[in-house]
């Protein structure tokens, strides 16, 4: 169903919206920002500041604004969605031009009281767009050629952007992020099939052209594959940000060491302990009991949202929730595989549970619009 054959009658209005609210998604939000809160309280070496307070200020705003977004009908967004993803590429031009500097990236930009991250409002905004353009598109066309580049330079355009940051974690994001999108609105197999065989096909390329006059990447990049197929071939540079947080997964056994004992963290060998490694943080303390329950909590958010999705018979409403929630088990995916060491270090957060303002408020924000959908989802129609 389209917005366009939206029956506002049997949507909720005014105060009632209330009781339309996913309060179950809520307390599971709560219950994982507050793991966050606690781990940042410990890591600091049980102080509030320097980073648990400033979170927890973050997650009220966050939280304000998941509420107001949720009472504004769904059909609003959808309109807004072209206008938000342009003002998300003019705010991705800016940084390039005048953002901030740090740690060798230029991606964010100083608002005085917190530092926004374009990139993270780039995910939701392109989510937003891609749904409203297969909500506009007949079905029949959805995988016909030219009908399917429309939504590859959607994706492209913010993903180039970002490359330049440059931030290769928050591109491929994009890139998996929008074709989860397409895949959910109906876009034939063929056509990821002939992405993945080109993907295929181009790191066959990178490694035999190694060495060779042909050679595609840098020494450097070369060595960083090394260090992600061989960490104890460099413990001490490139490889001892994996290096340390294995120990600290392993050291933490089945039940870990108890709040503020983890030595790898308390005693600084943990590098980024606050922010991307924060999981290898929660594993030393709380060890596999403690992982795993943060684990459930996630895949319980992305149940929730799937089911919402299914319940909803407006097209937006439903490409919108699932694009949302793909995004979501990408950030918590490819985190939790980067500090086990399945995946390479590419700079991406826990989510709700890293420190950092950006990530937090849009994610809160984006969840206002899953919300926005459930509550002003259509009912009484069977």
Same mark, same amino acid.
């Given at each position: 169903?389209?917005?366009?054959?939206?029956?506002?009658?049997?949507?909720?209005?005014?105060?009632?919206?209330?009781?339309?609210?996913?309060?179950?998604?809520?307390?599971?939000?709560?219950?994982?920002c507050s793991v966050g809160f606690l781990m940042l309280f410990s890591v600091a070496g049980g102080t509030l500041s320097p980073w648990a307070e400033p979170q927890m200020k973050r997650?009220?705003?966050?939280?304000?604004?998941? &509420?107001?977004?949720?009472?504004?009908?769904?059909?609003?967004?959808?309109?807004?969605?072209?206008?938000?993803?342009?003002?998300?590429?003019?705010?991705?031009?800016?940084?390039?031009?005048?953002?901030?500097?740090?740690?060798?990236?230029?991606?964010w930009i100083d608002l005085g009281f917190m530092r926004l991250q374009p990139s993270e409002v780039a995910k939701i905004t392109l989510v937003m767009l891609l749904a409203a353009y297969?909500?506009?598109?007949?079905?029949?066309?959805?995988?016909?050629?030219?009908?399917?580049?429309?939504?590859?330079?959607?994706?492209?355009?913010?993903?180039?952007?970002?490359?330049?940051?440059?931030?290769?974690?928050?591109?491929?994001?994009?890139?998996?992020?929008?074709?989860?999108?397409?895949?959910?609105?109906?876009?034939?197999?063929?056509?990821?099939?002939?992405?993945?065989?080109?993907?295929?096909?181009?790191?066959?390329?990178?490694?035999?052209?190694?060495?060779?006059?042909?050679?595609?990447?840098?020494?450097?990049?070369?060595?960083?594959?090394?260090?992600?197929?061989?960490?104890?071939?460099?413990?001490?540079?490139?490889?001892?940000?994996?290096?340390?947080?294995?120990?600290?997964?392993?050291?933490?056994?089945?039940?870990?060491?108890?709040l503020m004992e983890g030595t790898q963290s308390r005693l600084n060998f943990l590098p980024e302990k606050h922010t991307d490694f924060i999981f290898t943080t929660l594993a030393e303390? &709380?060890?596999?009991?403690?992982?795993?329950?943060?684990?459930?909590?996630?895949?319980?958010?992305?149940?929730?949202?799937?089911?919402?999705?299914?319940?909803?018979?407006?097209?937006?409403?439903?490409?919108?929730?699932?694009?949302?929630?793909?995004?979501?088990?990408? &950030?918590?995916?490819?985190?939790?595989?980067?500090?086990?060491?399945?995946?390479?270090?590419?700079?991406?957060?826990?989510?709700?549970?890293?420190?950092?303002?950006?990530?937090?408020?849009?994610?809160?924000?984006?969840?206002?619009?899953?919300?926005?959908?459930?509550?002003?989802?259509?009912?009484?129609?069977?």
């Amino acid at each position: 169903m389209s917005y366009l054959e939206y029956n506002r009658e049997t949507v909720p209005t005014g105060l009632s919206k209330v009781l339309y609210i996913n309060w179950a998604l809520v307390v599971l939000l709560v219950a994982v920002c507050s793991v966050g809160f606690l781990m940042l309280f410990s890591v600091a070496g049980g102080t509030l500041s320097p980073w648990a307070e400033p979170q927890m200020k973050r997650f009220a705003l966050g939280l304000v604004l998941m &509420f107001l977004v949720a009472m504004v009908p769904i059909y609003f967004w959808r309109n807004l969605a072209l206008l938000a993803y342009l003002g998300s590429l003019l705010l991705l031009v800016f940084v390039e031009l005048f953002g901030d500097i740090g740690m060798g990236a230029q991606r964010w930009i100083d608002l005085g009281f917190m530092r926004l991250q374009p990139s993270e409002v780039a995910k939701i905004t392109l989510v937003m767009l891609l749904a409203a353009y297969y909500d506009w598109l007949d079905v029949g066309k959805t995988s016909r050629p030219l009908w399917v580049v429309l939504p590859v330079l959607i994706i492209l355009v913010p993903t180039a952007l970002v490359l330049r940051q440059p931030d290769l974690g928050t591109a491929l994001l994009l890139v998996v992020g929008g074709a989860m999108v397409m895949f959910c609105a109906g876009v034939h197999w063929l056509y990821f099939g002939v992405v993945f065989a080109s993907g295929a096909g181009l790191v066959t390329a990178v490694l035999a052209s190694r060495g060779t006059a042909w050679q595609l990447l840098k020494d450097y990049q070369y060595r960083r594959i090394d260090t992600f197929l061989d960490p104890e071939s460099d413990p001490l540079g490139a490889g001892y940000h994996i290096t340390q947080s294995k120990i600290a997964l392993g050291s933490g056994g089945w039940t870990g060491r108890g709040l503020m004992e983890g030595t790898q963290s308390r005693l600084n060998f943990l590098p980024e302990k606050h922010t991307d490694f924060i999981f290898t943080t929660l594993a030393e303390e &709380f060890g596999f009991v403690g992982g795993v329950s943060l684990l459930l909590l996630y895949v319980l958010i992305i149940v929730f949202c799937v089911a919402s999705a299914l319940k909803n018979r407006d097209r937006f409403s439903s490409l919108l929730t699932l694009g949302i929630a793909g995004t979501f088990f990408l &950030f918590f995916a490819v985190n939790m595989s980067m500090v086990m060491g399945l995946a390479p270090v590419v700079g991406v957060p826990l989510p709700l549970v890293s420190y950092g303002g950006s990530a937090m408020i849009v994610l809160l924000g984006a969840f206002g619009l899953v919300q926005s959908a459930h509550v002003h989802r259509p009912r009484g129609r069977g």
